[in-house]
């Protein structure tokens, strides 16, 4: 699937772009949006790993509350998110850390009925390069332990388990996380360590 960045020339003429994905940031009329993806990511993809009755009660109203989309702060998560004809199907947030060489991927999540299509690793790209602008050399993301497709994800995009384990609570939820790192961030998409 081609993409661009919002503001960039379509690569097919107006009213043609179908198939093409459009990256672009957060806008705080995006939130019920990213939220309902949010959700319905959390709820396929964490299945088996977080408690079914805390998945099935999810409300993407209260993620949607919660997210600071527009806000003009370079030390505040920056989220960007997905178009695909024009429908938001996924959104990547990053963050820095206290060690300014090193970015934060914060979260990453693709519409289910979207996953397979190359999406999740265009935002990924995405975000190595929202990490890069902001000054990092490193990047750092927690995957929750068992979620071996995002594992498989990361090692193909040339992150790499450094071997550290967490506890962590999400969004209320108490999880163990594996830290996994890639040394550079490389130039966008397809760029390796
Ligand atoms: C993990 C997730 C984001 C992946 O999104 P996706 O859109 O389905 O992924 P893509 O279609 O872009 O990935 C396609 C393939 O490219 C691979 N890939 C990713 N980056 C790559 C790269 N730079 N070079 C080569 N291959 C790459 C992926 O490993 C995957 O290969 P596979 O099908 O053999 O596993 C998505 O499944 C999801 O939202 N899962 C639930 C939430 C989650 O776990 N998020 C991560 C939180 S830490």
Redesign the pocket.
Known sequence: MPVREAGTAPSSPPGQTEGVLVLRPARPEDAAAVAAVHVR?WQ??YRGLIPAAVLDDLRPEERAARYRFGEDDASAPATVVALDDGAIV?FATTGPREDPACGELL????DPD?????????L?AGARVALARTGSERGL?W??AG?A??E??YR???WEHDGTRRHAEVWGVAVEELCYRRPHLGDGL?ARP
Not at 114 to 122: K, Q, S, T, V
């Open positions: 990511s396929a993809g996924g979260a990453l999540y693709v979207a996953w397979d299509r190359g999406i999740g690793r265009r990924l993301v995957v929750l979620n497709r995002a498989r994800f193909a995009d040339g397809g």
